[in-house]
């Protein structure tokens, strides 16, 4: 039988499911998942912890973050940040494997999700955390989008530090029983070190192309040589940050359990200060985020198996 010169349905079906897992930037997903589980971590070890609430802030964390990637790549082809000769993984909107409008319909599907999950999680914690929600979800839409962007004027790292450290993680510890102990905020501050630490080694990679398009991330502003040092000092920030909480008596040494991934975090920390070429750069995203995820189960076990302090 002569070949009708199309491709299988089912062949066409998974490349489309290929192209939006790719757009969903799987990578950069444990940014969400670690500060839910290092939240509802200390609440286990405070007794209070909740298993819908877990559920609901962990779906509804990633809904979040996945609606930023949807939007920072549709926002981005819009502004002309994705050019053909990045470094990174293909953006799909701007090599028109998904148009602007399906990826919008994506990304508000998805604050859909984000939204029905806030709305559970009021039934358990109180309307508190539904504005922790929004104000994480506008904040989203803001990045790259909107009349001032501020991803594009260097304040990209402020913001995940802020709402992928601080917010996700004493907002995690709080949809258990409406608390929030001092070792959430302390501990906080570690999950978000890593996570910014993920942006920066993305800014790094991209800095060339983000500067031609006008993109001026936190890396762009200060240079190449300082946001190798700023990579450098928010791991061992971490790491520090959590020596401290057991040097203070915040929490027990099990808490030190995270730093069996410091030999981790040392290597590909100096990888990255003696990287010459930004495409040398392109694996050190996943080894960030992939970091950043053992680093934050590292710390959720310790926490549990330590309790509270």
């Not at 757009?23 to 298993?51: M, N, Y």
């Amino acid at each position: 039988m002569r070949g009708t010169g199309r491709r299988p349905r089912g062949v066409c079906v998974v490349e489309r499911r290929a192209v939006w897992v790719e757009a969903a930037r799987p990578r950069t997903l444990p940014a969400a998942v670690v500060p839910v589980a290092v939240g509802s971590a200390i609440a286990h070890a405070d007794g209070a912890f909740e298993w819908r609430a877990f559920a609901l802030a962990l779906v509804g964390a990633l809904a979040i973050q996945i609606s930023a990637n949807f939007a920072n790549d549709v926002s981005d082809a819009r502004r002309g940040a994705d050019t053909t000769d990045r470094l990174g993984p293909q953006r799909m909107v701007a090599s028109g494997l998904i148009t602007p409008s399906q990826m919008w319909i994506a990304t508000w599907l998805a604050i859909a999700v984000a939204a029905a999950c806030g709305i559970g999680l009021t039934l358990i914690a109180g309307p508190l955390v539904l504005v922790i929600g929004l104000a994480s979800i506008v904040a989203m839409l803001g990045y790259v989008g909107g009349p001032l962007p501020y991803g594009y004027k260097g304040l990209g790292e402020l913001f995940v530090f802020v709402f992928f450290g601080l917010v996700a993680t004493v907002g995690s510890r709080y949809a258990h029983d409406g608390s929030v102990p001092a070792l959430a905020w302390l501990l906080a501050v570690p999950v978000g070190l890593l996570a910014t630490a993920i942006l920066v080694i993305n800014n790094l990679r991209d800095l060339e192309t983000d500067a031609r398009a006008g993109k001026r991330t936190l890396v762009v502003i200060v240079g190449t040589v300082s946001g190798r040092r700023l990579f450098g000092l928010l791991i061992c920030g971490a790491y520090l940050m959590v020596a401290g909480v057991v040097v203070a008596r915040m929490a027990t040494v099990w808490l030190l359990l995270a730093w069996l991934t410091a030999p981790l975090g040392y290597r590909l920390a100096t990888r990255v200060a003696a990287a010459d070429d930004p495409a040398e750069l392109r694996p050190a995203l996943g080894q960030t985020a992939r970091l950043h995820l053992l680093f934050g189960l590292l710390l959720a076990v310790g926490i549990i198996l330590g309790g509270s302090g």
